[in-house]
């Protein structure tokens, strides 16, 4: 059973813009912060943005600050990314993550490819 699926990720030019989505079921969406991932060939994923459970409160990667967006739907467990003015190195598989803090139980997605190119 798919927990969390990521959609949105494709070849998009440096400076364009592209959402990412995740879709979760399985578990208590509500009760879970949520994160975006990424992972660059070769290099160790990396945490790019969180949103608290309530999506009251978001965090950011300093790459990410300014330029994404992460929020949350809670009546449609749904997590996005926004990303605007992408460049070059943003390219990268972004991985969906579920985390439950007070046990630390955690899932993940399959991750969607992101190419920043032109």
């Known amino acids: 059973q798919d927990q969390l699926v990521e959609s949105g990720g494709g070849l998009v030019q440096p400076g364009g813009s592209l959402r990412l989505s995740c879709a979760a079921s399985?578990?208590?969406?509500?009760?879970?912060?949520m994160s975006w991932y990424r992972q660059a060939p070769g290099k160790e994923r990396e945490l790019v943005a969180t949103?608290?459970?309530?999506?009251?409160?978001?965090n950011y990667a300093d790459s990410a600050k300014g330029r994404f967006t992460i929020s949350r739907d809670n009546a449609k467990n749904m997590v996005f990314l926004q990303m605007n003015s992408v460049r070059p190195e943003d390219t990268a598989v972004y991985y969906c993550n579920a985390f439950l803090p007070f046990n630390g139980l955690e899932y993940w997605g399959q991750g969607t490819q992101v190419t920043v190119s032109s």
């Open positions: 949103v608290t459970e309530t999506g009251s409160s978001s």
């Open positions: 399985g578990f208590t969406f509500r009760r879970y912060a």
